[in-house]
T-cell receptor, first 109, second 112 residues
Framework: RKEVEQDPGPFNVPEGATVAFNCTYS??????FFWYRQDCRKEPKLLMS???SGNEDGRFTAQLNRASQYISLLIRDSKLSDSATYLC??????????FGAGTQVVVTP | DAGVTQSPTHLIKTRGQQVTLRCSPK?????VSWYQQALGQGPQFIFQ???????QRGNFPDRFSGHQFPNYSSELNVNALLLGDSALYLC???????????FGSGTRLTVV
């Protein structure tokens, strides 16, 4: 079983709609959680951290459920520029980043 | 303030050859991690260097080795290249085990 698992998608989303997807992790001792965004053939870039209380950054909302070991990302009012692959990242106690394979989101006009 | 710099950006090598990739961390960062990202996959952890020593290693064979220099820059060496080593190699730097990871733009290695 992979340490971090994501639905690969693609999620085809009409512009202006809302899309949400999850990520599950297997190591209950994981310390920190993030969502990264990766555009085609580019490096991953930090989108947002994920806190137990849930956090919001503009149109993006991230949630963490430690009991069920999953993380979610919700994008409201999708823009064409939101089209990308979203990588779920879990950090272990040694500071090692564990990536999921990514969820592809395609926002259509 | 320069971010993470990787060189070269692209590289084509023949099966069986050896390759060295280089990474200069972001100013103020002392920890360098290397990742391999195959097409359609998420980045896979290769190893992490801190204080010039390999601190952690992922599930990669001994053909993959690395080094960190006193100025915190790092090299990734891959010996006896296989076709399956073709991938984007990413370097990420951070301060010790801090959470502020910054990625370089990667080296795209093609093995033919």
């Amino acid at each position: 079983r992979k340490e971090v698992e994501q639905d690969p998608g693609p999620f085809n989303v009409p512009e202006g709609a809302t899309v949400a997807f999850n990520c599950t992790y297997s190591n209950s001792a994981s310390q920190s959680f993030f969502w990264y965004r990766q555009d085609c053939r580019k490096e991953p870039k930090l989108l947002m951290s994920v806190y137990s209380s849930g956090n919001e950054d503009g149109r993006f909302t991230a949630q963490l459920n430690r009991a069920s070991q999953y993380i979610s990302l919700l994008i409201r009012d999708s823009k064409l520029s939101d089209s990308a692959t979203y990588l779920c990242v879990v950090i272990d106690s040694w500071g090692k980043l564990q990536f999921g394979a990514g969820t592809q989101v395609v926002v259509t006009p | 303030d320069a971010g993470v710099t990787q060189s070269p950006t692209h590289l084509i090598k023949t099966r069986g050859q050896q390759v060295t990739l280089r990474c200069s961390p972001k100013s103020g960062h002392d920890t360098v991690s290397w990742y391999q990202q195959a097409l359609g996959q998420g980045p896979q952890f290769i190893f992490q260097y801190y204080e010039e020593e390999e601190r952690q290693r992922g599930n990669f064979p001994d053909r993959f080795s690395g080094h960190q220099f006193p100025n915190y820059s790092s090299e990734l060496n891959v010996n006896a290249l296989l076709l399956g080593d073709s991938a984007l190699y990413l370097c990420a730097s951070s301060f010790d085990r801090g959470e502020g990871y910054t990625f370089g733009s990667g080296t795209r290695l093609t093995v033919v």
